[in-house]
T-cell receptor, first 115, second 112 residues
Framework: EAGVTQSPTHLIKTRGQQATLRCSPI?????VYWYQQALGLGLQFLLW???????NRGNFPPRFSGRQFPNYSSELNVNALELEDSALYLC??????????????FGPGTRLTVL | GENVEQHPSTLSVQEGDSAVIKCTYS??????FPWYKQELGKRPQLIID?????GEKKDQRIAVTLNKTAKHFSLHITETQPEDSAVYFC????????????FGKGTMLLVS
């Protein structure tokens, strides 16, 4: 069974540009989560998508947005890039069933560098 | 919202010794507590998790304990090996249906 995949592996942008990051969940998983992992800050929750809808977002400005496609893959878009957006962006997927929180499995991440 | 504190930030042990990493959480509604291991340059891997209806869970050399009253949970690794060297993250999630995890800042475990 293939795990969560992300592309690209690395992305270099300049301040003010836009970045698009992509994630494919484990087959059969309907939920996708995005996290930012900046140095020394652990993993910060960004966005949660399930069944094509945004279900929750973390404490990040609106220039962080995304979407989930009918095949459950997802995009994270970051507009008007700032230097402090440089981080590892991790995607995770889970199968949402019932009310109990389900295990999340992570992809390898996209390293975004803003110059 | 939920806040998770994790200690220590760095832990050095000798091979064969035990290691303990502790986390506290603030939201009494939290009921799911996973632990992830992240080796350098790799993705976080789920190594064990516990739900609030149990106080302890073991998987070979790894165990997690949960004290709901005190709102803290701990990861215990026995007979540590060099391959246990990694950053370990604790996390907490509530049962509101959000399924989002709040993570601690991580513990770098060094086994030499």
């Amino acid at each position: 069974e293939a795990g969560v995949t992300q592309s690209p592996t690395h992305l270099i942008k300049t301040r003010g540009q836009q970045a698009t990051l992509r994630c494919s969940p484990i087959s059969g998983h309907t939920s996708v989560y995005w996290y930012q992992q900046a140095l020394g800050l652990g993993l910060q929750f960004l966005l949660w998508y399930d069944e094509g809808e945004e279900r929750n977002r973390g404490n990040f400005p609106p220039r962080f947005s995304g979407r989930q496609f009918p095949n459950y893959s997802s995009e994270l878009n970051v507009n008007a890039l700032e230097l402090e957006d440089s981080a590892l962006y991790l995607c995770a997927s889970s199968l949402l069933m019932g009310g109990a929180t389900k295990k999340q499995f992570f992809g390898p991440g996209t390293r975004l560098t803003v110059l | 919202g939920e806040n998770v504190e994790q200690h220590p930030s760095t832990l050095s042990v000798q091979e064969g010794d035990s290691a303990v990493i502790k986390c506290t959480y603030s939201d009494s509604a939290s009921n799911y507590f996973p632990w992830y291991k992240q080796e350098l340059g790799k993705r976080p891997q789920l190594i064990i998790d516990i739900r609030s209806n149990v106080g302890e869970k073991k998987d070979q050399r790894i165990a997690v304990t949960l004290n709901k009253t005190a709102k803290h949970f701990s990861l215990h690794i026995t007979e540590t090996q060099p391959e246990d060297s990694a950053v370990y993250f604790c996390a907490a999630s509530d049962n509101s249906g959000s399924s989002t995890l709040t993570f601690g800042k991580g513990t770098m475990l060094l086994v030499s």
